[in-house]
């Protein structure tokens, strides 16, 4: 096999001495390969974010859910989010026990608040409606409120989720109403979350909405803990030189200086709280697929591979850079680089991976890798065009490769499926 173009995983050994052609050969394209030491070293990383002890990295599991990635998250002793009853499960599974479970709840139905409920879970609401909807379930109980503290930050206006422009958190306007209902209900808040927004690779908008967080924390008395959110960012374009990494010691640096102030004014050293998601989890993973056609159309050439958007999604619904590397199972040379067009096997036009990318010129066969695909890649999959999601590979940090989720298979596909005849 020749590497073409292989400098990103090559600096950080990702496979460990397995070649992405032979893993391809042996468990299917396209598939899910996942670096076990990386995931735990951006684990460690986000726990050593400050030196304020009472701090809790929250996982957002929504970035990569499967099993085994959560059972290794239990092991490096982080806490965890969850969006839903689902997560809420998988992550029982995977070890967490309730305490560590942090559900931050967005227009849910009452059974899923008693999911929660029933489970000892801590749940955060998102709107007096369903702070109303809670009290009546649990008079009496804990509760946690996420609040949009109107700074909102994000790669893409659909993930940017605080601000004048979202769905998501209880606006301080509503103030009085909020505490009215605690009052009537008398419920707890024992804590008071936000999330600004995903993706961003400078400090200063996150730091803006921890004050305004704080502000809002302020007018509780005894609260345990403030969660931050998640969006650190990672960066996408690690093939272009420029490229730079959020500096986290210098946001963890500013955040502690902010986590002693305010627990000095508070009289108490409550629990600070942060949700990564993306940052745990997508530089762990790289997405292979394979070069199934070549082509020209128009002015227009284009590699057509297997990583649809039904595996991959983020290109297609917000523009999203992902780096290609190319593996090669053949000897034959690629002389020249070249603009090419990269896309999947689903029926639509918009099915694209990277356009215009400069590639080495690609052939049938080859592999490509994309990189930091660990996070929203499997979990945001479908079988659209009834197609099988891949498998997950985890190399584990002693070299050894063992799959963690099957491919689909056919009978998959149609199990639910309810026959007329
Ligand atoms: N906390 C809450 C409440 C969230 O909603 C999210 C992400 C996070 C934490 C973690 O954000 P992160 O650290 O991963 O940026 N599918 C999109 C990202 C959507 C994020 C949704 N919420 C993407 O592929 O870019």
Not at 134 to 151: E, H, M, S, T
Not at 362 to 370: C, F, N, S, V
Request: hydrophobic residues 35%; negative net charge; glycine residues 8%.
């Amino acid at each position: 096999m020749q590497k073409l173009v292989s400098k990103v995983t090559d600096n950080v050994n990702f496979y460990m001495g397995h070649s992405p052609v032979e893993l391809i050969e042996k468990y299917g394209s396209p598939l899910y390969v996942y670096n076990e030491k990386i995931l735990r070293e951006k684990m460690r990383d986000m726990k050593n974010l400050v030196s304020y002890e009472n701090f809790a990295v929250n996982y957002s599991a929504k970035a990569n859910s499967s099993l085994a990635i959560l059972e290794i998250a239990s092991e490096e002793d982080l806490n965890i989010d969850a969006m839903s009853p689902g997560e809420i499960f998988a992550e029982l599974k995977a070890g967490f026990s309730p305490e560590k479970i942090f559900y931050i709840s967005n227009n849910v139905s009452k059974e899923e608040m008693q999911y929660a409920i029933d489970h000892n879970i801590t749940l955060s609401i998102d709107s007096i409606s369903q702070l109303e909807q809670f009290g009546q379930l649990n008079p009496g109980g804990k509760v946690a409120a996420r609040f949009n503290g109107g700074v909102g930050a994000g790669h893409h206006e659909k993930v940017i989720t605080a601000g004048k422009n979202t769905k998501f958190g209880i606006d301080p306007d509503e103030m009085d109403l909020f505490k009215t209902i605690l009052k009537k209900y008398d419920l707890q808040l024992v804590g008071i979350n936000q999330h600004i927004g995903s993706l961003f690779m400078k400090p200063d908008k996150y730091i803006d909405g921890v004050y305004a967080i704080l502000e809002i924390a302020k007018q509780f008395e005894n609260l345990e803990f403030i969660d931050l959110g998640g969006g650190f960012g990672i960066p996408y374009n690690k093939l272009d030189d420029t490229y730079k990494s959020l500096d986290i010691k210098d946001l963890g640096k500013k955040l502690d200086e902010i986590f002693e102030n305010f627990a000095k004014e508070y009289g108490k050293r409550l629990k600070f709280k942060v949700e990564p998601g993306r940052y745990i989890a997508a530089e762990c993973g790289v997405l292979l697929g394979t070069v199934h056609a070549i082509k020209n159309n128009g002015n227009q050439k284009y590699a057509g591979t297997d990583i649809g958007f039904n595996v991959l999604a983020r290109p297609v619904m917000y523009d999203s850079h992902h780096d290609i590397e190319v593996y090669r199972p053949s000897n034959e040379k690629s002389e020249k680089t070249e603009p090419i067009t990269v896309v999947g096997n689903i029926c639509e036009t918009g099915d694209i991976i990277a356009k215009n990318r400069i590639l080495p010129t690609l052939k049938e066969g080859d592999i490509i890798g994309i990189l930091d695909a660990g996070a929203y890649g499997h979990v945001m999959s479908s079988n659209y065009n009834n197609r099988l999601r891949p498998a997950e590979i985890l190399i584990r940090e002693n070299g050894e490769a063992v799959m963690i989720r099957k491919r689909d298979s056919l009978e998959d596909i149609v199990k639910n499926f309810i026959s007329l005849k």
